[in-house]
């Protein structure tokens, strides 16, 4: 089952967590922590192990991986005893992270990313490859003709023109390529029908979109428990503070909206309306790769009593975000093995803006499907 | 099914509010937010109606009802003109409030309990008489050996000792009149060998501990939220800053130290491990009936990174707490037509300490339990 | 020492409760809580008494005074028993509460302004009026050549073009009158080189800009506490959810940035740098008339060490606007008697953007300055 | 001006921070942040400088220095690099620090430790030794007829019995031994009449108590701030939640009462009332050396208007007290060369309950006092 992740933003600090922590865990350096598939009902023959995976993928950025990694343990990210001691492991990976090609048109753009990741594969000898897009948000992409059908992106996409976002255009690579495909991100990645039609023919599977690290997963479990108790919820209201290179793209306000959008849904979908309120992003660089954000929820009990409730989070977003990497490509590629394609709605428990037309929305319904599907796995 | 609600403790804030809240209910004066059974999933028509119910009680406090009820309006508990709507139905409800009797054997006591009790029953030819204990929480009760049994119980009870605490004996007394019986507070109530006899001997069902209106149910979300994430929570530390009389009961450190291992319970079910940290409860008067709960919970993720979250919530406890008791009544009386006895770990939804030997803890499988429960009652 | 205060937004709450309060106050129904001005340090019979105050001034809205009291009672920002105690002082003070005129030129508007203003001194035989701008917060205004000088402004008036903000008009208005001018709000005012021109001309003092009630006062103590103690402040970033009429017009993104402005000033002059951070202002109806503001900090101690605050500060605006309304009128009513004129920074204390060059931006050094300034009058 | 600085408790966490701070400044490899006496206003050439000072200290513990401060730097309390880089500086200082002496009456103790001090002083050819109690608090010291009076002091000490706490033997053998001293600590210390005799018959200040590092200094800009605006404190309830050494030794009831005491102390002494509520401290021990304290303050404005603000102070105490403890032995020192004696309230700034009959309380006020005071010495 030697599996590989093909991380696209492979230096950016989830992926570099991602790839110390999973060569952490091959050198039993580490625990398992934040990892859902080593949850006792989740446990399962079916997913590769820690030690089948082999890493590589594409970045636009040109620091090396091990710089990075002692970046983010100087950061508090990861330990630094641990960068220390995988500095071998980490020039492995290195040598399987490329610049993202750009040619004349998109077509050969991707013919060029799905070439690198073919390459990968049989360099590894590797059974399959899942691809993972853990890149900065994109700004909410606009709409184009051709984003209807396979057939008709396949002609735009050999003209000179940008038909699709870099997001949509990896995602185009990977599904060419058979591998099956996860957005980790709010962007537009697979969300399209030409590409919904693509992963259908190639009989990959995907997931998606944006992985729930902070606020949304706080929000999965109380709003169910305000509409659990039939509490009247009158506003929710918040601000996420974060510094890293997601909080610089986040702050312009054209992805703010995409990100402020994924975050709200959740509301609605577990309590039945729309309360009053926004989430807010703010790029504030002292504050690094920790975000707070700090959420205040208004809501009125028998008889029309106010009530509130304030939280704050403070936490790590690539520490949060890393395991959940090494989860969805295991699972992914277990789903890919049982020969599952299309959308894969039974990861919902990972994301904020989960796949599918009525997919769960509160975190234990959530959390009972991915069992369920994990177990399914042979 | 006309059903009677019999409220130890029927002065004090939770029972008025109860008691304000059905008549607003049965006068259409108001939505019945908080109310848990008009969940969708819950609504059954093998539960009584809001208009079937009928209030009585006994209390040490001689207050009446309505300046009771004032107090709360003016402390913004209700709403000033609903109390003013329901003077008179208030006033019925004033004319079957007893004060609790005393008499030299706690046997003589337990009947004179019991006789108030038929007596409404008859008077309001109910079918039957949920007792519902609502009263402030007693210190931890000390043991005793006629605890164990019902037949060395009886004999105990007809001496001059005090055998029972008064939350006991009250269910003693409710029980021993064949009424099914509720702990809402974290006191002794029906948690004896002697007591469980005398439940199926009698044929009764009994409900409890401790109604859950505030920190230990976000701790009932959050903690299973950790656990699905396999966040490794470090620490869970919070205070209870709270005003009103159960806040000057708790500030005595033998009930403060009952309530507190019932808040952290939850922890050690849903998380597997019991994390370091206590909660604290302070009386501070000025807060009256809100109270403000803060927790602080330190956790690590992936590679050890240390993280937190921090909460507080402002809750009206009585408005929390007396749509549940209206549940509770509801649900319990239902149970007892169809023929159930003894403990109901079904509804551990509404409790921090629920009954039974493994009962749920996490909020969500809670719900689940109850539904379940409730749609398989006729 | 009879004194006029003609409140502009005179239906607003600020004014409605500054009203009900003077009203309470002078029929001995209420302590002076939050009037700074009864504090040991400050009393002084230089200044007018409750009792001397008499109320009126101009809105757009048409909503009647004991209607928005009776509002402001059931949010809870005035006690409901003190407005049913005051129903004829309202209706006085209601039949001083005129339209605000609109004429072909913003000469003949502040002609009719100043005329109201006038009639109102000679009704009710007053020493003097002192005008306090207390209406929405307005756009932050376009610049024109005509506010350079008060020459120019004249000109420019008697034209039909729109030369000044609402704001500036009604301070142009009032010192025409001859009437010392506040400005509670960040709107423009006095703010503009022609009217400093016609306060001196016409010998009256004016004082502003913007009342300092809750997160600004916050900062006031807490930005100089890590001065004094050389802590590097690294960020400090916040978010007012506010949901009033003043929180819709602030929702507004130009009203918004001249407010978010004036509330980051008092860092930058207080810690002698900028942090990172902003302040954003959000509009949630529900929250009403109550304000939640949250702030964070980030500072860095010795050798470096990361560390941090925060605080959520849930005030009532106008509950804390309205005593300082008073203290401005009355401050500034005895600075005219005293001959004062021109700005008067060392009421400082009360602003959030204080007039002056260089006015001081710590609230124990403004209080100082204030203190110096009362006891100087005679 | 070659002045020791002999710490009592010379390897718990607040003095290894100083010794290590004072060799980073020493060396220039760190800025004096959080140092007030570099403060613009205090920077005088009275102060000895960084360079000038030699350390030195009693200890029962026997972890070395070094040890010491690489815990310090994995916990995130200093730089791992600085630690590094003064590894030779540590070893110096390393030969400085002495067992705590113990002989079999108190008299012979304190003239071991005053010997252990004055051979410091010789080795070192110092112009004086300032000593800092930055020990773990004590419970609350048993008071003994012999603490009246210095002869009767000395006469009691030469008998077998225990008369004085650690901390006060410690004051008294610095005292002996000509040195000005300064309690870091809530300790009994110098508070007793007896040693109040020694200082000024051995001519030397003393300066105390109980630096003020988080929660304290919070309450002594925000209860000003209450007062100026006069407005009510009802309650003010707080927690301290700490892992490090001191938090195991504060949550023994009777040392938790001492500090608890002294932290409240300040609202009265600002507001010029005592609201209600108490101030508590909870060891947990995963929070280490970073303490968070939560404190909610319930106030009522004009009218009555009930509100509230919260705030979470998350801070390293040993970085907070470190450059205190610098900054006092630098002025004490200087105090001593001008021929000062006895208690020194104008260092009221630095601690949470200091001496003096009638200190100021808030902190500006303490802060002119101190700049007053320092600008004072020669």
Same mark, same amino acid.
């Given at each position: 089952?030697?599996?590989?992740?093909?991380?696209?933003?492979?230096?950016?600090?989830?992926?570099?967590?991602?790839?110390?922590? %999973?060569? &952490? *865990?091959? /050198?039993?350096? =580490?625990?398992? @922590? !934040? $990892?859902?598939?080593?949850?006792?009902?989740?446990?399962? +023959?079916?997913?590769?192990?820690?030690?089948?995976?082999?890493?590589?993928?594409?970045?636009?950025?040109?620091?090396?991986?091990?710089?990075?990694?002692?970046?983010?343990?100087?950061?508090?990210?990861?330990?630094?005893?641990?960068?220390?001691?995988?500095?071998?492991?980490?020039?492995?990976?290195?040598?399987?992270?490329?610049?993202?090609?750009?040619?004349?048109?998109?077509?050969?753009?991707?013919?060029?990313?799905?070439?690198?990741?073919?390459?990968?594969?049989?360099?590894?000898?590797?059974?399959?490859?899942?691809?993972?897009?853990?890149?900065?948000?994109?700004?909410?992409?606009?709409?184009?003709?051709?984003?209807?059908?396979?057939?008709?992106?396949?002609?735009?996409?050999?003209?000179?023109?940008?038909?699709?976002? %870099?997001? &949509? *255009?990896? /995602?185009?690579? =990977?599904?060419? @390529? !058979? $591998?099956?495909?996860?957005?980790?991100?709010?962007?537009? +990645?697979?969300?399209?029908?030409?590409?919904?039609?693509?992963?259908?023919?190639?009989?990959?599977?995907?997931?998606?979109?944006?992985?729930?690290?902070?606020?949304?997963?706080?929000?999965?479990?109380?709003?169910?428990?305000?509409?659990?108790?039939?509490?009247?919820?009158?506003?929710?209201?918040?601000?996420?503070?974060?510094?890293?290179?997601?909080?610089?793209?986040?702050?312009?306000?054209?992805?703010?909206?995409?990100?402020?959008?994924?975050?709200?849904?959740?509301?609605?979908?577990?309590?039945?309306?729309?309360?009053?309120?926004?989430?807010?992003?703010?790029?504030?660089?002292?504050?690094?790769?920790?975000?707070?954000?700090?959420?205040?929820?208004?809501?009125?009990?028998?008889?029309?009593?106010?009530?509130?409730?304030?939280?704050?989070?403070?936490?790590?977003?690539?520490?949060? @975000?890393?395991?959940?990497?090494?989860?969805?490509?295991?699972?992914?590629?277990?789903?890919?093995?049982?020969?599952?394609?299309?959308?894969?709605?039974?990861?919902?428990?990972?994301?904020?803006?989960?796949?599918?037309?009525?997919?769960?929305?509160?975190?234990?319904?959530?959390?009972?499907?991915?069992?369920?599907?994990?177990?399914?796995?042979?």
């Amino acid at each position: 089952m030697r599996t590989g992740v093909w991380l696209v933003g492979a230096r950016g600090s989830v992926a570099v967590t991602s790839i110390v922590g %999973a060569a &952490a *865990l091959k /050198a039993g350096l =580490a625990e398992p @922590a !934040g $990892c859902v598939c080593e949850h006792p009902r989740l446990r399962s +023959g079916a997913l590769p192990g820690f030690a089948d995976l082999v890493f590589g993928g594409h970045d636009v950025a040109d620091t090396g991986l091990l710089k990075r990694a002692e970046a983010l343990a100087a950061a508090g990210v990861v330990p630094t005893p641990l960068v220390a001691a995988l500095h071998s492991e980490l020039s492995t990976v290195e040598e399987e992270v490329r610049p993202l090609p750009r040619a004349d048109t998109q077509r050969d753009t991707a013919e060029a990313i799905a070439a690198d990741i073919a390459s990968f594969r049989e360099r590894h000898d590797l059974e399959r490859v899942v691809v993972v897009n853990v890149a900065s948000t994109e700004p909410a992409a606009a709409r184009h003709p051709a984003h209807e059908s396979l057939e008709s992106l396949r002609q735009a996409l050999a003209t000179p023109d940008v038909v699709l976002p %870099a997001s &949509a *255009l990896t /995602a185009y690579a =990977a599904l060419s @390529a !058979g $591998c099956p495909y996860v957005d980790f991100t709010p962007s537009t +990645g697979t969300r399209l029908p030409a590409l919904h039609e693509l992963a259908s023919r190639q009989n990959v599977p995907y997931a998606g979109h944006d992985g729930k690290t902070g606020e949304t997963l706080l929000k999965s479990v109380l709003a169910p428990m305000f509409a659990m108790r039939r509490l009247d919820v009158r506003s929710w209201s918040g601000i996420n503070l974060l510094g890293g290179g997601d909080g610089a793209t986040l702050s312009e306000p054209a992805a703010n909206a995409a990100k402020s959008a994924s975050k709200q849904r959740v509301l609605g979908e577990t309590l039945g309306y729309v309360p009053d309120g926004h989430t807010r992003i703010e790029y504030v660089p002292d504050i690094g790769d920790f975000k707070t954000a700090w959420d205040l929820v208004t809501f009125a009990g028998f008889l029309g009593t106010p009530m509130r409730m304030e939280f704050t989070w403070h936490g790590c977003d690539s520490a949060l @975000a890393a395991p959940l990497v090494l989860d969805l490509a295991r699972i992914t590629a277990a789903a890919h093995r049982n020969g599952l394609c299309g959308p894969l709605p039974e990861l919902a428990f990972f994301f904020k803006d989960p796949l599918g037309t009525a997919p769960p929305h509160g975190l234990a319904e959530q959390f009972e499907a991915l069992v369920t599907f994990v177990q399914s796995l042979r």
